[in-house]
């Protein structure tokens, strides 16, 4: 007997009606199970950093990208990379930017039909095979200057400028007071030098402000994160040690005088030896031992004097008894052998790693603090003491290393 259609049975082996057409709706929904990849909204894209400093050919930097949906939150998506002149710097696929040459350009990020760009700037210093002195050299933006000179004599002013640029954030610890009018007393100090004995002195300075940058800091604390500052900061401390190697390479030793100004009550200049107000306190005896010695900024004038070492910080010929003659009060000297209780500036960085702490450094290094009224105060009070400084600096270095000017037979190698 034949079978009519609502009689009919599903044949086992072959789908039925019901079962074709949910098959039928599953393909036409792309698959019964099966996700299909949909690209994420894109709304926003944030690229880190948004500025970055490539410091000569072929350094290199990461770029980050966050990309963020509608929603403003972080979205997962595929991000591609260009920049606007890979004649300057060019990008890889993670976003490593390498720098080709000098100039600045944008870093692209692209994800979702969204982009941002960033900055990269690619600071290519000019190589310096041989300094002219009286010529300035400046590093990038004029931020740091370096005047070679001809004498054995090292000048430092570390807080006396005035740029503030808005590339570098206000650093958010740390001293960040101004030392007034120590870079224009530092420059008076060398003109001085000039007039005295017809050659000058090595003169480094960092013309931003306190705020910007202490390079009398390691670069942590001097530059805080801000890689404008730290390139600053390594050109300002590249020069002395430049400074400092011509000065070992044409003599028997040098001087490097780290120039600051302080606000304490006496005023006084405060030299500045590395040894503390507790030691400096103490008797003769105690300041003539070795382990003192070895402590100091001038520990190479300590290693090679006749004379007691309490007599190099503090007797007739040391500096501060020198400046005495000239009518200028500073501890220690003596007049002024210790602090006593008073506040006193030991010396900071740049005397401990510019001076000769360590064997082998030919340059000893002083912190000069100067007080403010009668001396940092007016243009007339500052050269009157420029005039005085460097007539101290040189009568201190005949007196401790028997030669000054470049002509001067004993003690120069020219």
């Not at 700037?121 to 001809?150: C, L, Q």
């Not at 000039?194 to 670069?219: C, F, M, Q, W, Y």
């Amino acid at each position: 007997m034949g079978l009519t259609s609502s009689m009919a049975r599903q044949v086992p082996g072959i789908p039925g009606p019901a079962l074709l057409a949910a098959a039928a709706l599953c393909l036409a929904l792309a698959g019964c199970g099966d996700q299909t990849s949909v690209e994420p909204q894109v709304s926003r894209l944030l690229v880190s950093p948004a500025r970055a400093l490539l410091v000569g050919v072929g350094d290199g930097v990461s770029f980050s990208a966050t990309a963020l949906g509608p929603d403003g939150k972080e979205v997962s998506a595929e991000v591609t990379w260009s920049t606007g002149d890979p004649a300057i710097a060019t990008v890889n696929a993670r976003g490593f930017v390498t720098a080709v040459a000098a100039g600045t350009t944008g870093v692209t990020a692209t994800a979702g039909g969204a982009s941002a760009t960033a900055e990269a700037e690619v600071y290519a210093p000019e190589r310096i095979t041989r300094y002219e002195p009286g010529v300035s050299y400046f590093g990038r933006n004029d931020y740091v200057e370096y005047i070679p000179g001809t004498l054995p004599v090292i000048l430092a002013a570390t807080h006396g400028g005035l740029m503030a640029p808005s590339e570098i954030p206000d650093r958010s610890y740390g001293t960040t007071l101004n030392d007034a009018n120590t870079l224009d007393l530092t420059m008076k100090m060398r003109q001085a030098l000039i007039d005295l004995t017809g050659h000058a002195p090595h003169v480094v300075v960092s013309h931003l402000r306190r705020r910007k940058l202490d390079a009398n800091r390691e670069i942590v604390e001097a530059a805080q994160g801000s890689p404008y500052a730290e390139l600053a900061w390594e050109q300002f401390h590249d020069w002395i040690v430049t400074a400092r190697s011509i000065v070992a390479s044409h003599f028997d030793g040098g001087m490097f005088f780290d120039i600051h100004g302080h606000a304490h009550d006496i005023p006084r200049i405060e030299i500045g030896y590395l040894l503390t107000s507790d030691e400096l306190n103490r008797n003769d005896a105690a300041l003539d031992a070795l382990a003192v010695v070895r402590r100091t900024s001038i520990r190479e004038i300590g290693r090679t004097t006749t004379l007691p070492f309490s007599q190099v910080l503090r007797g007739p010929t040391s500096f501060g008894g020198l400046l005495a003659e000239e009518g200028v009060p500073s501890v220690p000297s003596p007049n002024a052998p210790g602090p006593g209780a008073a506040p006193y500036w030991r010396g900071g960085y740049c005397t401990r790693v510019h001076g000769s702490l360590d064997d082998g450094e030919l340059v000893s290094g002083i912190q000069l603090e100067h007080h403010y009224p009668g001396l940092r105060d007016t243009a007339e009070n500052r050269q009157a003491y420029a005039e005085k400084a460097a007539r101290v600096i040189r009568k201190f270095m005949l007196e401790h290393y028997g030669f000054f000017e470049p002509s001067a037979d004993v003690g120069a190698r020219r």
